[in-house]
């Protein structure tokens, strides 16, 4: 008989046998042993058949011998049928049984295989008291393979209550050499839960753990590096930390460390990686940091740093040991008064509880996230990034399928927003325009009248006396003289002094933003605005009234003449901004509405040798702080401790404005150091200090109101030298990692450069860096801050040059857009209205932007559907906005597909949902000092009045126009992560089992990601994800798909960095590509519509066809290609 046949035999002898197991025993045993034979045999052949009839899929085989060993309570046929799964299950079969090893686990997890041999165990344990060795191998053996792979084990174990069981025979069998491997595996896996490693701890894990590895040695072998990962995982919770200190396992890892030498290859670096986080996770506690000292720690540490070989390979163990040098140095505080900002904002009211109402959480991913779970202040991302510490538990009486409680408001609540949708109370209401904004629950504080000061046939005579030549624009201080500011209560006036009036300097003539090169913007150079031909009137003969009334509803426009250029209008515009700490400029890139160089640029090749020397440079200014020089050359705190009342000189005759060019070449040769300034809108440094002759410590200043949250930086220089390097080393980043470790490099900006007519924001730096340094965090949960570090050189000497994390894009210039858009577009072709939703907890105003085609009567407004887009609520996330104007300037274009779109929707959007975050220079919260993104569920009308009203626009369209917006979108940036990418929502991957329940159109969220992946050269399809995650049930994606039933409710995700993929793979992302990001949504918004109706159709006709599975292919002009990333995303939609 054959090989096969004779398994084939064997199989169905069994499978006839088992129904009656206890009458046919004996054969069962004789089959089971024959097959086990076969499947351990040495001959490759005769194993591989076998195991490949026993593992093959959907011929129950598995099932039955799971359903035997539940059974059958011979011993001997017992352990024939455990060896036999074992022989599945084993990583030592052949490279290609191997292959098959992962789909067959994942059989017997789905079979609750885990479940059945756990029990098996238990009742062995209780009902034998003399279990035969190899029984007991041959079970934990495959207990051990299934615990790596099951993401229930230790649920299972723990409800099973077998987890003193597993830790029993540890401590039972701790020397016996075929055992301990499978049970320091399984105790692993239970050490990866929080709940099972606390179960371990109360029964004395920590002395089993070390009787095990002082049973071992110090020999490296894969025991050894097995034992260490236990405790490795064991370490991440404080209680072992206290007992590893208290057993006297520390000397024996520090003895480890110091033999790092002896051991060979991979396993030397596994070795000296676990005992380096266990040493990390200890020192977090004052007693271990005691102990490591006590016991020569340091000096231990400090070899390894100096011995430690140039491999590539080695850089994370070097990075690791300098982490645990650093929480071992005395302790060092920020050299700051204070950790808390030195802006500080009086809230009118107290906060709100909003735990419950927020899903219970303010953070944006979940614990077990794999997209670097070290990270403590996640973005949203909508997200991202994913520690336990934020993650607040829900109430103890809800279910785990507890969905925080609906925050909806009643429709008559919901009227004051009906002046916010006049185009659509009934035809032809174009030329009807009238924002009543007087009837709103909010009144609007108003600017100080230009009238007031100056007439307006002088101020225009003043305006229009401007000299144009070819490349500059000359005009007088008189223009400017006169305009005012406001402030309310908590909020100085801006303290300029006189020689920052205007007085006759020359300036770039600027349109809003400078000239893109040719290459790179062949779709936006396509999509131009549809402008007035004459500044006095439209291309019909149109008077300029209808002008003012797109941007009524706004009052900081007020009185800024439509001839006005742009750096004109962004100067009282910035002026009338109110700011918690008072500005004493505009920045020069922002009022000139500089843009970046609209090339391609390389992302930063890193340098593992002088991060390494950047590094041990750190350990060193740690073990002797008196080397360097501290002089402080900068101190925000020192000037904001001024009395207010002695900033006020003439403060209301001031307007803001930038003498940048006119300080150009004027250095200050007294000053031997670097001259700092970041005193105006978006602007962020608290402090400068000069460590050496050419190197500065930055300190961020965190958010307002706040002691932490420090990442986005922006600010000037100036007083440099030409062609000599400075480094500047940011000391308070709180992030575990950044994209500065993965090619990104800041931006610059050269005054002298934009003179000439060069480019503006472009990438610099060199020797860039990102490493964690020796500061105290108390805010933390690592303890201590990381560092950011590049060098860079100057292009001119004694020129002024702005410094940035990513391009900003400011609330001033956002308004300042506005007004010019208003003064170009033709009413009679383009629906355009601005208007104040509300005003901000610091009275500012907060634009929201309709915008659609002309109201007609074969085509009426009151019938096209909505569509609502929001951005910026996270005021860091300057990109978002970048990507927000490429979608704006898209709408106003006049390509085909831009006037398709006008035609078919009214587009709501709300540019900017963080004004005051974004005013004060802050990265993720306003000023309360809350993610506004977890707060959309259950928003405070007086703490977060932007979320409360744009929540309540989309309530109205909901409830009481029933007109439900077709597609709601959130713009943001991403910190970690690389590409262009959507978080939708999917009922099937929802973490609630009563939204699984409902079944949905996979079409209505896949479709658009289908579509930008071929519009979008920038977009990676295989980042998209459709879950709903339990902690990000407050955020504006999830509230709006949840709570007001909109299917198509995203987020997109935009790269600070580049991309990693596609056409720009290895280029960092300009200001031109974020806005062509913009624009690319627009086209796949275009073409959405008809593709989705047509694939849905296509579903239907599978269906009725008796098809199960189709897959998304449009048709349209913008044909999409089913690819890896598409599959990857939705391998198939399932009808």
């Known amino acids: 008989m054959s090989g096969d046949s004779l398994n084939e035999s064997l199989i169905e002898r069994l499978k006839q046998f088992s129904a009656r197991p206890y009458d046919n025993i004996e054969i069962i045993r004789s089959v089971t042993a024959r097959l086990h034979s076969q499947a351990a045999s040495q001959d490759k052949l005769i194993r591989g058949k076998i195991l490949e009839r026993l593992c093959r899929k959907n011929t129950g085989v598995l099932g039955l011998i799971l359903h035997l060993l539940e059974t059958v309570k011979d011993q001997l046929t017992t352990c024939s049928l455990a060896g036999i799964l074992r022989e599945c299950v084993s990583p030592r079969i052949g490279i290609t049984l191997r292959k098959n090893r992962s789909p067959v686990i994942r059989q017997l997890i789905a079979i609750n295989a885990s479940q059945t041999l756990v029990k098996l165990l238990l009742q062995m344990q209780v009902k034998e008291s003399n279990v035969p060795e190899i029984l007991l191998q041959e079970i934990l053996w495959v207990i051990s393979q299934l615990a790596q792979r099951d993401p229930k084990f230790s649920l299972k174990a723990r409800l099973l209550g077998a987890v003193k069981t597993f830790h029993y025979l540890l401590r039972m069998h701790h020397n016996n050499t075929r ?7 399984i105790i692993k896996a239970l050490s990866r839960n929080t709940y099972t490693t606390t179960v371990l701890l109360k029964d004395g894990i920590v002395p089993t753990v070390e009787k095990t590895l002082v049973t071992m040695g110090f020999s490296p072998s894969p025991k050894l590096k097995l034992c260490l990962s236990v405790l490795h995982h064991l370490s991440k919770n404080k209680s072992c930390c206290s007992r590893i200190v208290k057993t006297g396992l520390i000397p024996l890892l520090l003895r480890l460390v110091e033999r790092w030498e002896r051991y060979d290859g991979k396993m030397r670096i596994r070795i000296c990686n676990h005992i380096l986080v266990i040493l990390q996770n200890i020192c977090l506690s004052k007693l271990g940091r005691k102990t490591v000292i006590g016991n020569n720690g340091l000096q231990i540490m400090y070899k390894f740093c100096i011995t430690c070989p140039e491999e590539k390979c080695y850089d994370p163990l070097l990075t690791r040991v300098c982490n645990v040098i650093n929480l071992c140095l005395a302790k060092k505080n920020l050299p700051v008064d204070s950790h808390s900002s030195p802006a500080v904002f009086r809230l009118p009211y107290a906060k709100e509880n909003t735990s419950e109402a927020n899903g219970g959480s303010s953070r944006e991913t979940s614990p077990d996230s794999e997209d670097e779970s070290t990270e403590e202040f996640p973005e949203d991302d909508d997200d991202g990034v994913t520690q336990e510490e934020n993650l607040k538990e829900l109430p103890e009486n809800k279910s785990s399928d507890y969905v925080p409680r609906s925050a909806l408001r009643e429709a008559d609540d919901l009227k004051q927003y009906e002046s916010f949708f006049q185009e659509l109370r009934g035809p032809c209401v174009c030329s009807k325009m009238k924002c009543n904004s007087g009837s709103r629950e909010i009144t609007l504080k108003k600017s100080c009248s230009f009238d007031a000061l100056m007439g307006e046939s002088d101020l225009k005579k003043k305006i229009m006396e401007f000299n144009l030549t070819e490349n500059t624009l000359h005009f007088s201080s008189a223009a400017y003289t006169g305009a005012s500011q406001s402030h309310n209560s908590n909020c100085s006036t801006r303290n300029e002094s006189k020689d920052q009036c205007i007085q006759g300097k020359s300036f770039p003539v600027d349109g809003g933003g400078e000239n893109i090169s040719e290459s790179s913007s062949t779709l936006i150079s396509q999509n131009n605005l549809m402008l007035k031909k004459d500044v006095a009137q439209t291309p019909n003969g149109r008077s300029l009234a209808s002008s003012r009334e797109m941007i009524k509803g706004l009052t900081v426009f007020e009185n800024i003449p439509n001839y006005s250029t742009f750096h004109y209008a962004y100067s009282v515009i910035a002026s009338r901004v109110n700011s918690v700490l008072p500005f004493v400029k505009v920045a020069y890139p922002d009022m000139m509405g500089s843009e970046g160089s609209g090339k391609l640029e390389p992302l930063n090749i890193k340098d593992r040798r002088t991060c390494r020397s950047k590094l041990l440079n750190c350990v060193e200014r740690g073990l002797h702080p008196n080397q360097v020089m501290n002089k402080v050359v900068y101190d925000l705190d020192s000037w904001s401790s001024v009395d207010p009342s002695h900033r006020l000189i003439n403060a209301s005759e001031k307007v803001l404005f930038n003498m940048d060019e006119r300080h150009l070449g004027s250095g200050e040769p007294e000053k031997r150091h670097l001259i700092f300034e970041s005193r105006f809108e978006s602007g962020n440094l608290r402090k400068a200090i000069q460590v050496g002759l050419r190197e500065y410590d930055l300190i ?8 932490k949250h420090h990442q986005w930086f922006y600010f000037e220089i100036s007083g440099m030298e030409t062609d000599v ?37 472009v990438r610099v730096g060199t020797d860039i860096c990102y490493y964690r340094n020796s500061y105290q965090n108390p805010a933390g949960k690592y303890r201590t801050y990381l560092t950011t570090t590049f060098s860079l050189k100057f292009p001119h000497a004694n020129d002024i040059c702005y410094i940035a994390y990513h391009f900003p894009f400011t609330y001033s210039r956002l308004l300042a857009h506005i007004w010019k858009w208003s003064c170009e577009i033709d009413p009679s072709k383009i629906y355009f209205r601005a208007e104040s939703l509300c005003v901000s907890l610091n009275n500012n105003e907060t634009p929201l932007i309709t915008l659609s085609a002309a109201d007609s009567e074969e085509n009426p407004l009151l019938k096209r559907e909505i569509i609502f887009l929001t951005a910026r609520v996270h005021p860091g996330e300057s990109n978002s906005s970048w990507v927000m104007h490429g979608t704006l300037c898209y709408l106003l274009g006049d390509t085909a597909a831009a006037i398709k779109l006008r035609n078919r929707y009214v587009f709501k959007i709300v540019p900017m949902l963080n004004t005051e975050g974004v005013i004060n220079g ?11 993104n977890r707060r959309w569920s259950h928003p405070s009308q007086h703490l977060h009045p932007i979320i409360y009203h744009t929540k309540g626009l989309l309530e109205y369209c909901t409830k009481v126009l029933k007109k439900p917006p077709y597609l709601f979108c959130d713009y943001h940036g991403h910190s970690r992560r690389k590409n262009v990418f959507l978080y939708g929502c999917c009922n099937s991957e929802s973490w609630n089992e009563a939204d699984r329940s409902v079944p949905d159109n996979p079409v209505d969220y896949l479709m658009l990601p289908n579509l930008m992946k071929d519009l979008s050269p920038a977009f990676a399809l295989s980042l998209c994800s459709f879950a709903v995650e339990r902690n990000r049930e407050s955020t504006a994606r999830v509230t709006v798909w949840r709570q007001l039933g909109i299917k198509r409710s995203y987020t997109m995700e935009s ?19 974020l806005k062509e990001i913009g624009a690319n949504f627009c086209e796949a918004l275009a073409c959405l519509k008809e593709e989705s109706q047509w694939q849905t159709e296509l579903l239907e006709t599978n269906k009725q066809g008796g098809s199960s599975t189709c897959k998304i292919t449009p048709h349209s002009p913008h044909s999409i290609t089913n690819s890896p990333e598409t599959r990857n995303t939705q391998e198939s939609l399932k009808v």
């Open 179 to 185: 055992l301990i491997f499978p049970l320091l595996l």
């Open 700 to 707: 961020l200043m965190p958010d307002v109101n706040s002691s």
């Open 725 to 761: 390097v400075y480094t500047f080393n940011i000391i308070n980043c709180e992030k575990q990692n950044s994209q500065f470790n993965y090619g990104m490099k800041p931006i610059m900006y050269s005054v002298q450069e934009a003179v000439a007519g060069r480019s503006g924001w």
């Open 922 to 932: 802050c990265h993720r919260c306003g000023i309360t000092d809350e993610d506004l």
């Open 1055 to 1073: 790269s600070y960095c580049g991309c990693d993929q596609g056409t720009y793979m290895g280029y960092h992302l300009d200001i031109l590509h």
